[in-house]
C-alpha cells in the first residue's frame, strides 16, 4: 500500500508554499542543513518540503515560522493555510462553514497570480468587473490594490503590490513560447 508521501499529488498550494518557504529561508541566509537539524530531520527532507515533492508538516512550518521571524498574523495565517490545505486539487472554494476571516485570506492566498503566471505555459484572463493587471496603469492598480485590502495595510505594502504589477506587465514584452 502506497504511503501518504508516495500519493501526494503537487498542487499549486503545496509548490506555493515551497517556493515561499524556500524564498524565507534564503531571504535569512540559512542553509538547508542547519533548519534541517533544527527541524529533527535529514536535509534532504526540507529540500523534498520545498520543492513540494512531499507535503510540509504544519507543525514544521510553524517552527520554520517562528525560526525565520515571521510573526505577522495574516503572512503566518496565509502559509499555515496552505499547509492546511496542500493537499487540496481543483478546489478554489471555501468548504461550508470557514468563517469570513479566514475565507477572505484563503482567497487572497490560494493562488498568488504573479507566481502561477510565471510558470504558466499558457494565460487566458477574462474579468468583467475589473481591468485585468497586465493591462492596469499605475493608478488604477493602486486603487484596486487598496480597496481590496481596506484601510489597515500599510503603503509600504501596496506600494510593493502595485510594483509587482507593473513589473509582471513586462511579460507583454517577451517573445512568445514556441509550443
Given at each position: 500500500m502506497p504511503t501518504k508521501?508516495?500519493?501526494?499529488v503537487q498542487t499549486i498550494r503545496s509548490q506555493l508554499l515551497g517556493s515561499r518557504m524556500r524564498h524565507l529561508r534564503e531571504e535569512r541566509g540559512q542553509t538547508l542543513k542547519y533548519i534541517a537539524a533544527y527541524l529533527g530531520v535529514e536535509f534532504s527532507t526540507l529540500?523534498?518540503?520545498?520543492?513540494?515533492?512531499?507535503?510540509?508538516?504544519?507543525?514544521?512550518?510553524e517552527a520554520l515560522l517562528d525560526v525565520y521571524g515571521v510573526y505577522d498574523e495574516r503572512?503566518?495565517?496565509?502559509?499555515?493555510?496552505?499547509?492546511?490545505?496542500?493537499?487540496?486539487?481543483?478546489?478554489w472554494e471555501q468548504?461550508?462553514?470557514?468563517?469570513?476571516a479566514t475565507a477572505a485570506v484563503n482567497d487572497?492566498?490560494?493562488?498568488?497570480?504573479?507566481?502561477?503566471?510565471?510558470r504558466a505555459q499558457e494565460l487566458c484572463v477574462y474579468?468583467?468587473?475589473?481591468?485585468?493587471?497586465?493591462?492596469?496603469?499605475?493608478?488604477?492598480?493602486?486603487?484596486?490594490?487598496r480597496h481590496h485590502q481596506g484601510p489597515a495595510s500599510s503603503t509600504q505594502w501596496i506600494n510593493q503590490q502595485v510594483r509587482q504589477v507593473i513589473q509582471r506587465?513586462?511579460?507583454?514584452?517577451?517573445?512568445?513560447?514556441?509550443?
Open positions: 508521501r508516495e500519493q501526494f529540500a523534498r518540503y520545498e520543492r513540494a515533492e512531499w507535503p510540509f508538516r504544519k507543525d514544521h512550518v503572512e503566518r495565517e496565509e502559509l499555515l493555510g496552505l499547509a492546511r490545505n496542500a493537499w487540496r486539487v481543483n478546489q468548504d461550508e462553514g470557514h468563517n469570513s487572497r492566498v490560494f493562488i498568488d497570480h504573479w507566481w502561477a503566471q510565471k474579468q468583467n468587473m475589473l481591468i485585468p493587471g497586465l493591462l492596469a496603469t499605475r493608478d488604477y492598480a493602486e486603487a484596486v490594490i506587465q513586462q511579460v507583454l514584452d517577451d517573445k512568445p513560447r514556441n509550443g
